[in-house]
């Protein structure tokens, strides 16, 4: 949950926009036949060609100087955010090739001694600062020279060594420190003040940072005064021997014989093609963006039907994350992170390694972004685009003719991001039936607790769980001697802004039933029940697995030729439910746990499900306000708001680092067609040749 010190200035590379070289001459690396890594920093000195297009590394230096000249600047502010203001969606819906657009950039300005925290807009055609406003009562992003500041005020602080030496750890070096946000709890500190959390484990020589943990001490930090304003201390627990190391070979054990290779080899090269911010494989043809908040951004998602570009999403992103622990202890019960309004998801893009966190046969591609500090930098490597073969698309043994079928292709487009602990991969999955996948898989290492316990003091079975059984481990998982792995949850919540062969659409439910009565007179029937919502109240839903419950999105003022409304549905996979209360104050932020689905009317303003600001703001503007003013959702632009949740109660198998758990969601076409669209892919000789 926190950014690691020099983190961000090792993995990123700062660029002279004079020197940027086009994307004609892609890099191949060498180490990796056939992998192509693409730097998108060369777009810099290209014209931007679209209304959509990410700000270039020389609008971006044009950025930081317009408002470092700004008499309302006094030097040293930070910029926790630097982006593309997205032109309104009408406009970039009425632009046509070859026609002028705006071009905005959105800036987070910070003064941290004055604690003042601001917006500003920046004209990059007139070089001028079109707006400009203060904003009281929040908190922007965590930057990385705060998250270094936070570990040096702690590592020094009289009473947090005091604490240490009560442990016998004497070596304050040796000691990793991990800052926080700060949570949704009262604090002994001045209101509106920039508060850090900041947490400890015992490195030592680890190459792992959260080594054993020093459980029990937290210090509280205040930024703008520069020191520690409240140390907790719950009292000296061992500092667990085991070691967290898992690049140590003597926790990793000898390694188990390799299996035999296994090739993705495509001769004539990957089938996708990337142009400017452009994608195109098969029938698909998408924009892409990437923002120091969201990541990976999609912009106006078309599928080819026989030679018509149609629309599916004009624009689709994680919109929030929230990862509530479920320990009450008081060191623990404030854990909730809200990981991309508090950290950001796009600055803590992981590099990515071919055969090691993406696919051996991933195009990398290296977007720009401007540090806290404003200056452009390269993110190297952080979005991959692959291939892989897939399932099976349709098959069928017909007697007369024997077998035939086709094999699926799939092509994957994301990027990681890596947040303290935890490692989240974010990928929108095509295939050539026209469905859409959103796949999320977590990795990395749980939170540690230190306890007393050094073997698990397991209750008889059957026990219930309380009074009659209270042990060290009730709120987790014993991993290893001394080492409570803690009960969580994550929820991912993705804003999809749908235009469904246009931009009117409408929404309704569908549940699976058996009817009662004269529908089923012979007790077998199965009905597909259908509601329609015209109002953005009442499209706020939950799952319902026994309805096998869906939601379709279609335009209702389209007919195709079998007469239906053309419409994407969207299938929920694995889900949760939140466990921790409504009424607590955390969840008047993460109000998109109150259900998984919803529908409101599109806003350019209304992006962030968990509000612009998460962490200590005077007010939450949330998406439980935009569903509250009940518009119309009935042959309108509509945003659906989409929440998955793993519960993770942890087993020993995920000690020292976890095994991969997913989650996500499809989108597929339902009567888009009049019939399957991928009942034209071309034998496997021909069109599977080079994925052998």
């Given amino acids: 949950m926190q950014i690691a010190p020099g983190r961000l200035t090792n993995l990123m590379k700062p660029i002279h926009t004079a020197r940027i070289t086009g994307l004609r001459m892609p890099r191949i690396c060498q180490a990796l036949p056939g992998i192509l890594l693409l730097s998108f920093s060369a777009l810099g000195t290209l014209a931007q060609t679209h209304p959509l297009d990410p700000l270039s590394p020389d609008e971006l230096a044009t950025a930081t100087a317009t408002l470092r000249a700004d008499s309302r600047l006094h030097g040293g502010e930070m910029f926790p955010e630097i982006t593309l203001r997205e032109p309104p969606k009408t406009e970039v819906l009425a632009w046509q090739p070859g026609q002028p657009f705006r071009r905005e950039a959105f800036a987070i300005v910070l003064d941290l001694p004055a604690n003042r925290m601001s917006e500003a807009v920046v004209d990059l055609h007139a070089h001028h600062v079109i707006s400009w406003q203060l904003i009281p009562g929040a908190q922007a992003l965590l930057t990385e020279q705060e998250n270094n500041a936070a570990i040096d005020i702690t590592r020094t602080n009289a009473a947090w060594q005091a604490a240490m030496r009560l442990r016998g750890l004497t070596n304050f070096d040796a000691i990793a420190l991990t800052p926080w946000a700060p949570g949704h709890l009262p604090m002994p500190a001045p209101k509106d003040a ?138 623990w019960v404030w854990r909730s992170a809200f990981d991309e309004g508090e950290y950001g998801l796009g600055k803590l893009g992981a590099p990515l390694i071919p055969g090691q966190n993406t696919a051996p046969n991933a195009t990398l591609l290296s977007p720009v972004l401007a540090s806290d500090a404003g200056v452009v930098s390269t993110f190297t490597n952080r979005i991959d ?118 931009v009117s659409n409408c929404v309704k439910e569908i549940n699976v039933e058996s009817p009662k009565g004269r529908l089923n007179p012979q007790h077998n029937a199965i009905v597909a029940s259908q509601t329609v919502f015209n109002r953005e109240r009442a499209a706020a839903r939950n799952l319902n697995p026994g309805s096998a419950r869906s939601w379709a999105i279609y335009n209702p003022n389209v007919k195709t030729a079998l007469g239906h409304y053309p419409a994407y549905v969207l299938h929920p996979a694995g889900n949760a439910v939140p466990y921790n209360s409504p009424k607590l104050e955390v969840r008047q932020v993460a109000t998109f746990l109150d259900q998984q689905f919803a529908v409101t009317r599109e806003h350019d303003d209304e992006m962030f499900s968990g509000g612009k600001y998460p962490t200590l703001s005077r007010r939450y503007v949330t998406l439980r306000d935009w569903i509250h003013d009940n518009e119309s959702i009935s042959n309108q632009d509509v945003v659906v708001w989409y929440t998955m949740g793993v519960t993770h109660i942890p087993r020993p198998e995920d000690f020292p680092i976890m095994p991969s758990v997913t989650t996500g969601f499809t989108l597929a076409p339902k009567a888009f067609f009049d019939r399957n669209p991928a009942l034209d892919m071309p034998e496997p000789d021909a069109a599977d040749e080079g994925m052998k």
């Fill in 194 to 331: 920039r508060l850090l959390r900041v947490l400890a484990y015992l490195q030592g020589t680890q190459t792992n940072s959260y080594g054993p943990p020093i459980e029990g001490v937290e210090a509280l930090v205040d930024l703008n005064q520069g020191r520690v304003v409240h140390l907790l201390d719950t009292g000296v627990r061992p500092v667990p021997k085991t070691s967290t190391d898992y690049f140590n070979p003597e926790v990793r054990g000898t390694n188990r014989a390799a299996l035999k290779p296994l090739q993705i080899v495509q001769p004539e090269g990957a089938a996708f093609t990337v142009s400017g911010q452009e994608v195109s494989w098969d029938r698909w043809r998408f924009r892409f963006g990437y923002n120091t908040r969201e990541g990976l951004v999609l912009y106006q998602v078309r599928y080819v039907d026989e030679g018509r570009e149609r629309s599916i999403l004009y624009r689709a992103s994680v919109s929030e994350m929230m990862v509530p622990y479920g320990d009450p202890d008081p060191s």
């Fill in 385 to 502: 685009l692959f291939e892989r073969p897939g399932a099976g698309l349709w098959s069928h043994w017909e007697y007369a003719a024997g077998p035939t079928g086709r094999r699926n292709r799939e092509l994957w487009f994301g990027f990681t991001a890596t947040i303290g602990n935890y490692d989240y991969s974010y990928h929108w999955i095509f295939r050539p039936d026209a469905s859409l996948e959103f796949h999320v898989e977590l990795n990395g290492i749980l939170l540690m607790k230190g306890v007393n316990a050094a073997l698990c003091q397991a209750c008889d079975p059957g026990t219930k769980m309380g009074r009659n059984c209270v042990r060290d481990d009730i709120y987790g998982t014993l991993v290893a001697p001394e080492i409570v792995a803690a009960n969580h949850q994550h929820f991912v919540n993705v804003r999809l802004d749908f235009d469904v062969d246009g």
